[in-house]
């Protein structure tokens, strides 16, 4: 049998393709959401062998676990997202920060010179409260995933744009993260801004 030469990918600290040995994938038939459930089938699989796992994202509650999941595991783990595109981009966020906090407790226990990555320096400031992580938002949703994942990796953070902060500002309100609203005056074109108003900002100031 031959094998077909592929591109080397590289997922966690495991290597497919190119060659390289073939892995064993399997994938979780728990409920996402469950972390203890998940958690508990992802380590009975890979003491069977298993040395990536898939999880099904289908919606944001999935989403939400996928953090704490990574948390609690040694093996890579492959979000199969359904639907929403959003739900992808704050899961390769999480992804990101998770490896960003291991690089800054890994420094902060007296990382090797030659250890140092320039990539995750750049999240150093970011985890020692230098500066806030800058989020981008329009939607509601979009507004409380920032949220969540800010309060995750105990992170300082801007709520910039806020575009529709005036419908969810008690929530924007009890998080402590300061609201940076605007341009108003700018085109509705996108979906994202569809309930932009001049009234955010008064909303947000009267939130209790």
């Known amino acids: 049998m031959t094998r077909e030469q592929t591109r080397v990918i590289r997922i966690g600290e495991r290597v497919i393709g190119g060659g390289n040995p073939v892995l064993i994938q399997s994938m ?5 959401e469950d972390v203890e459930a998940t958690v508990a089938q992802i380590h009975a699989l890979e003491k069977a062998g298993c040395e990536i796992i898939r999880c099904t994202v289908p919606a944001s509650e999935a989403a939400k676990a996928v953090g704490e999941i990574k948390k609690r595991i040694s ?9 929403d595109y959003r739900m992808a ?3 390769m966020l999480r992804q990101e920060l998770f490896k960003a906090q291991r ?3 890994k420094k902060c226990a007296g990382m090797k010179r030659s250890e140092e990555d320039f990539h995750y320096e750049a999240w150093v400031p970011v985890f020692e409260g230098k500066i ?9 949703d979009d507004i409380q995933t920032a949220i969540r994942i ?3 990796y105990g992170l300082s953070m801007t709520l910039d744009h806020c575009s529709e ?6 929530k924007v309100k009890e998080s402590g993260f300061p609201a940076v609203v605007g341009p108003d ?3 509705r074109s996108k979906i994202e801004v569809q309930n932009m108003a001049f009234k955010t900002v008064g909303i947000l100031n009267r939130a209790d």
């Open 150 to 152: 800010a309060k995750e």
């Open 165 to 170: 902060g005036h419908l969810i500002a008690e």
């Open 185 to 187: 005056l700018a085109s």
């Open 132 to 140: 806030p992580l800058k989020a981008h938002v329009h939607r509601a």
């Open 28 to 32: 979780t038939n728990t409920r996402t």
């Open 89 to 91: 981009i704050a899961a």
């Open 103 to 105: 690089y800054y407790e």
């Open 75 to 83: 093996i890579p783990l492959v979000a199969d997202i359904h639907f």
